[in-house]
């Protein structure tokens, strides 16, 4: 699934018909919901959101807007564009949306894994945040492209953080895990075994699946912030 800008993607209206004339009004767009896993793009007007989540774990991106998130194991969660974050089951965190917010989130339904749920983790700034030491891709067609990375979450079957890249030309497959991914920066091109081409400048989203295979071509150095869906295909 291939979205090329984010920022302009027209949501459908999910807004419960009986919802008081000052409570948010919300957008989605399902990229991907086999009953298990969602993944999406989701947006709300200004107002208050106090239900807590249910029996699964979520990742999200904001891409759009402003909202304050009361975490209950520290400080409140400042949501601007750039901030990535990710909450475990059944967490508590008021929301207070200031300027109409949009995301790009992964809900992940599946039964726990393990007994350590984890805490909410919060990275205020994906585009500009430090990353580890770049090291080299292992196996490279043309150029000399170095990645670097930051994880922020690893808990149960879900995986975020951001991930950069110099350019250059490699193979990727994806095995046993589905990817997506909103670039931040940058510019590259994405070919499949398929003979697909996709163009990926910021605020592109794709959804790769598990057992896709093609090559990156990175033009200018790119980065991104993803989730990985371990244990799909």
Known sequence: ??????????????????????????????????????????SASPGVLCDPTGDYVETMFMVAGRA??????????????????????????PWEIHQTVRKLYVIDNRPAMSCDAGASTYLANAYASELDAPVRRPVVIAGDPHEASRMLWAHDQLEAGVWECTPGEFPFRRDGYDEVFCVLS????????????????????????AGLCGRWVVHDTIRKAYTIVLGRG
């Not at 091109?189 to 163009?199: I, K």
Request: proline share 8%; no cysteine.
């Open 68 to 93: 304050t998130v009361a975490a209950s194991e520290g400080s409140p969660y400042d949501l601007v564009p750039g901030a990535l974050w990710a909450t475990p089951r059944h967490w508590v965190g």
């Open 1 to 42: 699934m291939y979205v090329p800008d984010i920022h302009s993607l027209v949501l459908v209206d999910i807004t419960d018909v009986r919802a008081a004339e000052d409570a948010p009004r919300f957008g989605d767009h399902v990229l991907s919901d086999d009953g298990q896993v969602q993944i999406g793009i989701w």
């Open 186 to 209: 940058g510019r590259a091109t994405l070919y499949t075994d398929a003979g697909q081409a996709f163009e990926l400048t910021p605020g592109t989203v794709m959804l790769t699946p």
